[in-house]
């Protein structure tokens, strides 16, 4: 009689859509040890299922609107921290989008979302960022400086969008149809999608300015207001990728 140890292996290593056929085999086996084995892995399947399902749900616009070829999912990052860039970030997932466990990123453990990254950019139709610097945010405030890097973005893209889901906001001097969605990043995959490439791209620049200014702790805070990250900004004062008009108060 094969052992429960050697179940468990030839288990592991099936993959999702093979395992409910492999766990069928064992399922009159009648000692605990693999009941407690088969439930274990009935409840990865269960979870599954219900990401497949939630994954769903998150293409209730895409599918509203499947009459536009081409449908791109917009959305910013950094419009908070008082140091570095905002970034925007806009994607054009395939009609036939079979990417899990997209969300907000924010919602997202930075492991999955460098998981998620490579898939999205991978599988998307087309996909681009746009980076405003500090200086230009404290040119032309925060908002317009959003309003910029999502029009930039959406100028590189490869495919010309013929709809686009926004997070929230309606992009002014663009001349596509364009969805606003409240909290679109959790409600739509196209967004949600956005959301995670522009994410890990401002992330990684972050990383990359904490080697240059390392006192400011930014490859943890990402330039937010932490207290480690105010109380470098009160010792050692600004760098260049300080929002001037952000720190004043704490200078």
């Known amino acids: 009689m094969i052992s429960i140890s050697d179940i468990n292996k030839e288990l592991e290593q099936l993959n999702i859509n093979e395992l409910k056929l492999g766990m069928d085999k064992y399922s009159n086996d009648t000692r605990q040890g693999v009941i407690k084995l088969l439930e274990k892995y009935q409840k990865k399947l269960d979870k599954f299922y219900a990401e497949l399902e939630r994954t769903e749900k998150l293409k209730e616009f895409e599918k509203k609107y499947s009459d536009y070829e081409f449908i791109a999912g917009i959305d910013e990052v950094g419009r908070g921290p008082l140091a570095g860039p905002v970034v925007a970030g806009v994607v054009i997932l395939p009609k036939d989008c079979d990417i899990l466990y997209i969300n907000d990123s924010k919602k997202l453990s930075e492991k999955k979302r460098e998981e998620l990254y490579d898939v999205i950019v991978e599988k998307a139709v087309a996909y681009a960022t746009a980076v405003v610097s500090p200086q230009r945010i404290d040119e032309i405030n925060i908002l317009q400086a959003t309003y910029e890097a999502m029009r930039e973005a959406i100028n590189k893209l490869s495919v010309k969008p013929t709809l686009l889901l926004n997070d929230a906001v309606n992009i002014p001097g663009v001349d596509i149809k364009q969805i606003p969605i409240i909290k679109g ?67």
């Open 185 to 251: 990043d959790a409600k739509s995959i196209s967004i949600g999608a956005a959301s995670i490439v522009a994410k890990v791209t401002r992330d990684r620049m972050m990383v990359s300015y904490d080697e240059i200014y390392p006192e400011y702790g930014f490859a943890s805070n990402k330039g937010y207001g932490s207290e480690q990250h105010i109380a470098a900004i009160k010792k050692y004062g600004k760098t260049p990728i300080h929002r001037e008009t952000f720190i004043k108060n704490f200078l």
